[in-house]
């Protein structure tokens, strides 16, 4: 298993991307939430790698992650598992494209899930997930090219609306 510290870098690393060059105010409320809400269990998920469970950081993001539990039903934020979905059997190129954790824990098809809020990508799996995969799924989250789709006249956005016009 690696060191503590090593899940404490990836941390650092978390906190140290900006979004100063994004207007989130224009961006695609669905998007925005599931945006944030994977970051939430990235934090929570490499913060009970890095600290103690009873930790405040811990249990404060735990709080949070709640709160959004209700948050998720409201609106067109319940459509978001089916999009991703959709986007696979229709879209392939463009959910190849998606970060990682939005491609396999929305997809129907990966066994990966939030599970008491942890990130899990292999259910009978008793080893941790190395540093360098969250680090990786970080990365994703902020690639130019991902962030430009979140916002409401883009491609994600544009995708997203042509979906719900479907259901």
């Known amino acids: 298993m690696s060191s503590d510290s090593e899940y404490v870098h990836v941390l650092e690393h978390l906190y140290e991307k900006s979004l100063i060059l994004q207007d989130e105010t224009m961006w695609h409320h669905v998007l925005a939430f599931y945006f944030i809400d994977a970051l939430a269990h990235l934090d929570y998920t490499i913060s009970l790698m890095a600290y103690h469970y009873k930790s ?43 970060p990682t954790l939005w ?18 990508f292999e259910r009978d799996s008793r080893n941790p997930t ?29 995708l997203f609306e042509e979906f719900k016009g479907k259901t």
């Open 103 to 120: 491609r396999r824990v929305y997809d129907d098809e990966d066994e990966a899930r939030y599970m008491s809020f942890r990130i899990i």
């Open 56 to 98: 405040p950081r811990v249990m404060m993001t735990g709080e949070y992650l709640r709160c959004r539990v209700d948050q998720e039903k409201l609106g067109d934020r319940p459509k978001f598992p089916a999009f991703i979905n959709w986007l696979k059997k229709e879209h392939p190129e463009r959910f190849k494209a998606l």
């Open 130 to 158: 190395p540093p360098h995969v969250y680090r990786s799924l970080i990365d994703e989250f902020f690639k130019a090219e991902f962030l430009k789709g979140l916002y409401q006249d883009a491609s994600l956005a544009t």
